[in-house]
Every structure is written in C-alpha cells, then in structure tokens.
Nanobody, 125 residues
Framework: QVQLVESGGGLVQAGGSLRLSCAAS????????MGWFRQAPGKEREFVGS????????SYADSVKGRFTISRDNAKNTAYLQMNTLKPEDTAVYYC??????????????????WGQGTQVTVSS
C-alpha cells in the first residue's frame, strides 16, 4: 500500500507559477512511475503528465507541454509538478498517482494503483 499526499496548490493569477509536491509513503519509491492528473468541475479526470521511476522518461498532455514539468527526487520519496504560465483553464483539483508499471495505460486513470487526495489549483484571469 502506498499513500500519496499532494501539497502546494492555491490561488494564482494567470501567467503565474505554482509547484505541486507529492510525497509517497514507500521505501521503494523509485520502482513506481508517477502520474499527475487534474479534474475540473463537471469534467472527467484528465492526464497531465507522468514520469518513470528513474526519472529518465516523461510524458505530457499536449495542453501542458512546454508549460509544465514533472520531476522527482527519489531520495525524498517526492514527485513534483512545476506549472508555469498558468491559464484560467488550468483550474482544477490536481491529483498524483503511482503505478508499478509503465504500461500503454500510463496516460489513463486505469494505469495507476494508488491516488492522492488532490490539491486545488485556481488560476484567476
């Protein structure tokens, strides 16, 4: 069982930046690929990006490419989502997730075994 706790959400103006963190309660953190998803009111949860256990492989949704960066610090059991040039349409609850396999489902919610509780990000115009 892996517990994930997100932090770093908040209110920011359009064009601003935020960094989300996801702390994992496992000693084998480097064996898990990590993903970030978001869910806006009335919408389905959507893929933002993912990072392999080693950190060498990343994948991003087209809507955030060039603005968001995922990283991880395996010594701290923490994954990060750096969000720059934020837009009002980025407003959502952001979730981190963990999976023991980098599979073809890595960009879908079905590809993950563990989820955090989410953190709210609100971007004002």
């Amino acid at each position: 069982q892996v517990q994930l706790v997100e932090s770093g959400g908040g209110l920011v103006q359009a064009g601003g930046s935020l960094r989300l963190s996801c702390a994992a309660s496992t000693r084998t953190f480097s064996t898990y690929a990590m993903g970030w998803f978001r869910q806006a009111p009335g919408k389905e949860r959507e893929f933002v990006g993912s990072i392999s256990g080693s950190g060498l492989r990343t994948s991003y949704a087209d809507s955030v490419k060039g603005r968001f960066t995922i990283s991880r610090d395996n010594a701290k059991n923490t994954a990060y989502l750096q969000m720059n040039t934020l837009k009002p349409e980025d407003t959502a609850v952001y979730y981190c997730a963990a999976t023991s396999r980098w599979s073809p489902n890595i960009a879908t919610t079905a590809g993950y075994d563990y989820w955090g509780q989410g953190t709210q990000v609100t971007v004002s115009s």
